[in-house]
């Protein structure tokens, strides 16, 4: 089993910043990708960005530019950048630990899941 312990939230004015950070803790494999995904009531759960276990970076369309994902392998953690936030950012953020076993069996984890609300 893995922990994702999300921290950074809250309520920011537009083109304000905010840093998530989220920190995994529990049977964590060598390789995995973790990430930050996001979701607002009635729509699907999306994908904002992530860091595969070969070290690249995907980014989600909308984001380009404005968010930047890092991570620090040593401590499991993974850290999102939110520069230029707009109102359509509002959402809970969540985090995300993909990973498969030696033998292929996928394990996906999510955290509790962090507020972002931007706003005047």
């Known amino acids: 089993q893995v922990q994702l312990v999300e921290s950074g939230g809250g309520l920011v004015q537009p083109g304000g910043s905010l840093k998530l950070s989220c920190v995994a803790s529990?049977?964590?494999?060598?390789?995995?990708?973790m990430g930050w995904y996001r979701q607002v009531p009635g729509k699907q759960r999306e994908m904002v960005a992530r860091?595969?276990?070969?070290?690249?970076?995907d980014y989600a369309d909308s984001i380009k530019g404005r968010f930047t994902i890092s991570s620090d392998k040593a401590k499991n953690a993974v850290y999102l950048q939110m520069n230029a936030l707009q109102p359509e950012d509002t959402s809970v953020y969540y985090c995300n630990l993909n990973q498969f076993s030696p033998v292929g069996i996928e394990f996906n984890f999510w955290g509790q899941g962090t507020q972002v609300t931007v706003s005047s």
């Open positions: 529990g049977s964590i494999f060598t390789t995995y990708d």
């Open positions: 860091v595969t276990g070969k070290g690249t970076a």
